[in-house]
Nanobody, 124 residues
Framework: QVQLVESGGGLVQAGGSLRLSCAAS????????MGWFRQAPGKERAFIAA????????DYADSVKGRFTISRDNAKNTVYLQMHSLKPEDSAVYYC?????????????????WGQGTQVTVSK
């Protein structure tokens, strides 16, 4: 089992920045791909960003390209999501996910473990 705990969410004004962290524990492996998803009220969970096991490959949703950056520190078993130029439409619960495979995916069905989520609220 892998446990994932997100942190770093909060309330920020439009145009501001936040950095989310996802700490993994349990049966962790640096060979796992990791992803970030978000879910706003009344909407489906949506892909945001993903990173492969080594950090050499990343993928982003079009809506966050150029504003968000995913990274990982395998020595700390932690994945990060740096968010800049935040917009009100970025408000959602953000979830970290782990995939027991080397390469990343934008499909939430490909992920095996999920965190509880952290709320991000962007005010106008």
């Amino acid at each position: 089992q892998v446990q994932l705990v997100e942190s770093g969410g909060g309330l920020v004004q439009a145009g501001g920045s936040l950095r989310l962290s996802c700490a993994a524990s349990g049966r962790t492996s640096s060979s796992y791909a990791m992803g970030w998803f978000r879910q706003a009220p009344g909407k489906e969970r949506a892909f945001i960003a993903a990173i492969n096991w080594s950090g050499s490959s990343t993928d982003y949703a079009d809506s966050v390209k150029g504003r968000f950056t995913i990274s990982r520190d395998n020595a700390k078993n932690t994945v990060y999501l740096q968010m800049h130029s935040l917009k009100p439409e970025d408000s959602a619960v953000y979830y970290c996910a782990a995939r027991t495979y080397y390469s990343s995916s934008s499909n939430f069905n490909d992920y095996d473990y999920w965190g509880q989520g952290t709320q991000v609220t962007v005010s106008k």
